[in-house]
Structures are given as C-alpha cells and as structure tokens.
C-alpha cells in the first residue's frame, strides 16, 4: 500500500510538488485554531496500516509544535503503520552547547520530543555545528538530505565567474561542496557574534579574487545580520556585491530590503515557504519516500 503525506497548514504548496512527484499520495487534513488560539486537528484519510508522513517545516516552531503533535497521535490512533516527519527545516539545531551556566540545551531537549511522537524524520541540510550528526541527538532514524547539488546547479546556470563565499567555519562542509560540483574557487570568512542581531566578519587577503563574481552561501538568514555584514566586507575589500543563496529563509519580510540592497540576487530554498523561494527540494525528498518507507537513514 502507497505511503500517504499529509501537510501541516503553511506546507501545501511543497507537499503537492512532492505528491506530484510520487510515489506517495495526498491525505486529506484539517487543522485550524479555535478563538481561544487551541488547536483542532482532523484525518481525513483512511490510514489503517499505512505508511504516512506528515510534511511540517519547523521554521517558527512553537507556534506549531502542539498542532504537529497532535496530527501524529491522531494517525497513530486511527492504525497508521508509521508516521514519519518530514521537516525540510529543522528547528533548535543552534542552541547545541550550554554556553552559559543554566541554559537549556534545547536541541537536544526538542529531539527528544519530535523522537517520542515520531518513527522517523526526513530533514534537509541541518544546522550541524558541534553535533556531527542528527544520531547524537535524535533517538529516530534520521535522513539528512543536501541540498549543495541544487545551489551549485543554480550558480552553473546563473553566474559566470563565480567564487563561492561562506560566512563562517561552520559554513565550509557546504560552501566547499557547492564549489566543487560548480568548478569554482571558495573561501570562507571569520565571524564573531556580538549578539543576537549583530556579528563581525573579517576577511582574508582578497586581492586575488577581484576578477570573479562572489556568491555567498548560508543555511539560514535569520535576522540578516550576516549577509549584511558579509556583503559590507566584500566590498570593503573591493570585491562586488555578492549573489546570495540561502537553504532556510527564516527571515521576516521587513528584513528583504535591507538583504536587496546588500545583494544583486537573494535567493532561497522551499524548506521555508517564502517570497525569496527559487530552487525547490521537492524531488530530493520524494526520492526518499520509496515504495517500502523511507530509506537512506543516517
Ligand atoms: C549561523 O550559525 C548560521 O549558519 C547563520 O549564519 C546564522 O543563523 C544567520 O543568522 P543571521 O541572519 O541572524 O545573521
């Protein structure tokens, strides 16, 4: 019997593309809040024995963790064989150290909670830092999808020249990917966080790279503060205004046009439903979603 996807509200746009795709069909949800601001949540859809996923990116997630929740449940309870998450973003992956005394380390807190209500989880491109991989933390088996393949195709078809930028040391596992696969040079800058909003890049000697049209590469852009900071560098070091690629767009609307003016082109990833959307990891995940389950844990 084929899997069934089921999409939180926000997440219908990229679970139809995935459905489209095959080979796991549509079931029907439906979810809304009542004026009290609690959840109501119904199946539509005969899942008895059936493998089912529910399509859920955890961009903002507090605000949707309990309807989430509530949606497995109720497929576990009406006989679904398995419930997988599909969470193309994958939330508190930042908070991965105690950095002072009585913090909660809520990375590890929040996968101990998705691995309780859930079989299996299929994410893309997880801020890894000092965790190495999602089985540190998640007690599930986990498929971390990449998306570098999709960002070097975009920079082949769109920028001649290029040089890849990463922001930070975290950043180099993929911006040396993308410019692998995109025959490009790379490098990375250093950054120091100041404060939630606010960080220092510095750069290396640049002098060399004058010539080539700079592409910096993030996984999240969250208040913006890096992709500003980063393009200011750049042409500091007169280097041009940078293209942008982002995998996880979590910034509000009232941040694009501070990031327009810092870019000549800003560009996401659908893992979050948003303006800037322009490469889509629809078929990565339904490539995943095999006729037997997920596949490719780890
Ligand atoms: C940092 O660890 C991430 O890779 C991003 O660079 C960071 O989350 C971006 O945040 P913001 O847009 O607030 O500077």
Request: hydrophobic share 45%; charged share 25%; proline share 6%.
């Amino acid at each position: 019997m084929v899997g069934m996807v089921f999409a939180m509200p926000g997440n219908e746009r990229l679970a139809a593309e995935i459905v489209r795709i095959g080979p796991w069909k549509a079931g029907g949800l439906e979810a809304r809040r009542f004026p009290d601001g609690e959840s109501y949540v119904r199946i539509l859809s005969d899942v008895a024995d059936r493998r089912t996923a529910i399509l859920c990116t955890l961009a903002r997630p507090d605000s949707r963790f309990l309807m989430l929740v509530f949606a497995a449940r109720a497929l576990k309870a009406l006989g679904a064989r398995s419930v997988t998450l599909i969470a193309p973003y994958l939330s508190y992956m930042r908070q991965d150290a105690r950095f002072r005394p009585g913090e909660a380390l809520t990375a590890r807190h929040f996968a101990e909670l998705i691995s309780r209500e859930f079989d299996r989880l299929v994410t893309v491109d997880p801020h890894l830092h000092r965790y190495r991989d999602l089985r540190e933390i998640y007690e599930i088996p986990a498929t971390t999808l990449h998306s570098a393949p999709l960002l070097a195709e975009w920079v082949r078809n769109n920028v001649e020249d290029p040089i890849i930028i990463g922001p930070d040391s975290e950043s180099e596992q993929w911006v040396s990917e993308i410019a692998e696969a995109a025959d490009a040079p790379y490098l990375v800058l250093e950054k120091r966080r100041l404060g939630d909003r606010s960080v220092v890049l510095k750069a290396p000697d640049l002098r060399r790279w004058g010539h080539r049209r700079p592409v910096v590469v993030d996984d999240i852009i969250s208040s913006g503060a890096t992709i500003v900071e980063a393009s200011r560098c750049l042409r500091a070091h007169r280097i041009a205004t940078p293209a942008c690629l982002i995998v996880h767009a979590l910034f509000p609307d009232q941040v694009r046009s501070r990031l327009a003016a810092a870019t000549v082109a800003l560009v996401s990833t659908n893992t979050v439903s948003h303006p800037t959307n322009g490469i889509s990891v629809a078929a990565m995940i339904a490539a995943v979603l095999d006729g037997d389950g997920v596949a490719g844990a780890g």
